[in-house]
């Protein structure tokens, strides 16, 4: 069963971490925000074929539902610094949202708090970081 136009190639790593940026305004400095996702093999093709499905039906987000996301947040200590809160995703509007040429995760952490997202990742970049090339499907035809 054909899921994508794309294979995994003998180079083709199993997973890939992204890095968010580090947000320099944040209230603490000195307090890393940068966040990290990690994408397996399976789940960087499942995106590329719904990108390819969305791209084939014009529809400008697909949203992929997933509750697995965690945010950390950082709260003011009254004694001083800060105290680090980890909130999971309230699954209502979770998920991978894929468009036709990129995806981006987002969530809440409360029912009424600001949706979150993180940066965009293109798919273009998806296909390089995994090293993903075009099925040769005519040869294996053919043979």
Same mark, same amino acid.
């Given at each position: 069963?054909?899921r994508t ?5 003998r180079?083709?790593p ?7 940026p580090?947000y /320099?305004d ?6 890393p ?6 994408l397996t ?12 499905q969305? /791209?084939?039906n014009?529809?400008?987000?697909v ?9 950390i947040?950082y709260?003011?200590?009254?004694a001083g610094g800060?105290?680090e809160?980890?909130?999971?995703t ?6 991978i949202?894929?468009s036709?040429?990129?995806?981006h995760?987002?969530?809440r952490?409360?029912?009424?708090g ?8 293109r798919?273009?970049?998806?296909? /390089?970081d995994?090293?993903l ?9 053919a043979?």
């Amino acid at each position: 069963m054909d899921r994508t136009p794309y294979i995994a190639t003998r180079n083709t790593p199993s997973n890939k971490t992204y890095s968010q940026p580090v947000y /320099r305004d944040h209230p603490a400095a000195a307090v890393p925000l940068t966040g990290e996702f990690t994408l397996t093999s399976d789940e960087a093709l499942y995106i590329l074929g719904v990108a390819a499905q969305a /791209r084939a039906n014009h529809f400008d987000w697909v949203k992929l539902m997933d509750a697995r996301t965690i945010w950390i947040g950082y709260d003011q200590n009254p004694a001083g610094g800060f105290t680090e809160r980890r909130t999971k995703t309230v699954p209502q509007d979770a998920g991978i949202m894929v468009s036709a040429d990129n995806f981006h995760i987002q969530g809440r952490q409360f029912n009424d708090g600001p949706l979150l997202k993180t940066m965009h990742i293109r798919l273009d970049d998806l296909v /390089r970081d995994f090293a993903l090339v075009p099925r040769p499907t005519d040869e294996r035809k053919a043979a």
